[in-house]
């Protein structure tokens, strides 16, 4: 979407995977010769809101609560870089390698409440 104010990517930080991916963008290595995961984040961040969707129990990818490594300096470059926002939501509840019920309702509140411009 162009011009899109709003972003929920669904991406999972590679360096913090305990398995393997089969997702070919995660491991693109001209792209990654020249930018790691928190640059694109500020990428995405810049001047629109980002929210990352983890599920702290994913049997696939990105279990754990590996947020604190990264969020807050994601967040300090989006503000450096002229603003934005950029969050990251923990899914405790849900167990599975999907959107669940929380970060929809999170998702869409945020849509609701902040239209896009």
């Known amino acids: 979407m162009p011009g899109s104010r709003h972003r929920v990517p669904n991406v999972a930080a590679a360096r913090y995977q305990s ?7 995660q491991n693109e290595p001209t792209l990654y010769a020249i930018a790691d995961y928190e640059d694109l ?6 001047q629109r809101r980002q ?3 983890l599920n702290e129990f994913d049997p696939c990818c ?3 609560d590996h947020r604190s ?7 300090d470059a989006v503000r450096d870089a002229g603003g934005g926002s950029f969050a990251v939501f923990m899914d405790r509840d849900n167990h599975q390698h999907s959107i669940g019920r929380a970060a929809l309702d999170l998702i869409l509140s945020d849509i609701e409440t902040q239209p896009a411009k």
């Open 69 to 75: 490594i990264y969020e807050p300096q994601v967040q």
């Open 51 to 53: 929210l990352q969707v």
């Open 62 to 64: 990105s279990g754990g």
């Open 19 to 25: 398995r393997g991916s089969s997702l070919q963008g």
């Open 41 to 46: 984040y500020v990428l995405g961040a810049h």
